[in-house]
């Protein structure tokens, strides 16, 4: 899985070949084209919505630009130019871009393009994490501040969006393996879709998606909860645990499926995501246990985020499953019937991944002679820790792993 997403302002280090050159002095109807290009740009976007649709291929990560004013230096606003600052990140770091750069707009017109987009990579980035939450008039940069240029992409307008790429062969790269990088990039009013790909020598794609590209899109950085996003995604793809099973046989073999799922007439709130999973669990004897469960993920005061389970009522359908496309994944919310069992999950830097339990006195249950449940829960990137434990009235274990968790790992296939 090659999960490196970049973005148009966002590419490997790399020089521009064949760059056309750029006009002194350009006119009204290119200033717009510039201007028309930033407003595209500008703002913030997420690919949440296609990582969650594909989980093996892409993951969420959000792109925030924002317009700056350049001091000095050769080109400034008069020229036509339109700077921008970007960050990119993971939804689960968004405090911690992996990416950040500087983009110019400038106008052009050499065989049909009408703006360039020319990337520079700052010298201390660590400094400028945050920029685009400032006001405008405090987004001053020194043209030297700027950093090294890297790679230039050309676009034209088509309609109502523009489009472009690199020139010629792409950019020179020395980025993970790759010593050539292309960029192909949409832009919309709903978002941006950007395919950038290192090439090396020998012609073999080192990264990037391999199937399309990645689509960033609009979103209200103040009405979306990255967590809750991120606890979605994770919980979604196909899991199972053979290599715990081939380390310890006391484990049962257990085939789990998670995807994003819609409960119609639901009572939750907006922001609230759910997902349906199904384990196959095979017993001795070649027996079966298939169990279904939607788990509903919300936003709590703080640093927390909430996920209750809702098991199907006896009469309901068991014939959801993760088949079918995204839109026609629809549970009825009467054919749920809520656990009351919440667990309270936090971002972990220690151990990367998102670690929760259930509340104190864990949650009621009658499961083998059972009075309450215990779950504890590690979600990794590509591997789920669950540990789930059922004790009578004395505290005595009657259920569940007594060694640790069951330890679900991500496969290819989805």
Request: charged share 20%; with cysteine.
């Amino acid at each position: 899985m090659k999960y490196a997403a970049f973005s148009l302002a966002l590419l490997a280090t790399s020089t521009a070949q064949g760059s056309p050159k750029r006009m002194a002095a350009p006119t009204l109807a290119q200033r717009i084209a510039v201007q028309e290009v930033a407003s595209l740009l500008e703002g913030t976007m997420e690919s949440t919505a296609q990582a969650l649709a594909k989980r093996s291929e892409f993951i969420p990560v959000r792109l925030t630009q924002c317009r700056v004013r350049v001091e000095g230096g050769p080109s400034h606003s008069s020229s036509g130019n339109v700077f921008l600052y970007t960050e990119q990140a993971v939804t689960w770091s968004l405090k911690a871009p992996y990416r950040q750069r500087f983009t110019r707009l400038a106008p052009v017109a050499v065989d049909g393009w009408q703006v360039t987009s020319t990337v520079y990579r700052p010298a201390a980035p660590a400094a400028l994490i945050g920029m685009c939450d400032k006001p405008e008039a405090e987004r001053v940069v020194a043209f030297d501040a700027m950093g090294k240029r890297e790679c230039a992409v050309f676009l034209k307008k088509y309609g109502q969006i523009y489009a472009g790429l690199t020139p010629g062969q792409g950019c020179e790269s020395e980025y993970n393996g790759a010593v050539r990088v292309t960029s192909k990039a949409t832009l919309t009013p709903e978002g941006m879709d950007s395919w950038d790909q290192g090439w090396a020598a020998d012609g073999t794609q080192a990264w990037g998606a391999e199937t399309g590209p990645y689509q960033f899109r609009r979103v209200d950085p103040t009405k979306v909860d990255a967590d809750v996003d991120q606890l979605t995604w994770r919980l979604s793809g196909h899991f199972d645990n053979s290599e715990q099973v081939k380390a310890d046989a006391s484990f049962s073999p257990i085939d789990y499926v998670l995807c994003p799922v819609n409960v119609t007439d639901s009572p939750w709130s907006k922001g609230t995501r759910t997902t349906l999973g199904r384990q196959r669990i095979q017993l001795p004897g070649g027996r079966e246990i298939l169990r279904a469960r939607v788990h509903v993920i919300s936003s709590v005061a703080g640093e927390m985020t909430k996920m209750d389970f809702y098991d199907f009522a006896e009469n309901a359908s068991t014939s959801y499953t993760c088949a079918e496309p995204f839109a026609d994944r629809k549970i009825a919310y009467s054919d749920l019937v809520n656990m009351n069992c919440p667990m309270d999950f936090a971002w972990n830097d220690q151990e990367r991944a998102y670690v929760g339990r259930t509340r104190e006195g864990g949650c009621p249950s009658a499961y083998r002679g059972s009075k309450t449940l215990n779950i504890k829960g590690v979600l990794r990137r590509e591997q789920l820790d669950i540990w789930e434990q059922w004790f009578d009235e004395n505290g005595t274990q009657v259920a569940g792993s007594k060694v640790g968790p069951y330890m679900y790992k991500l496969t290819e296939n989805q």
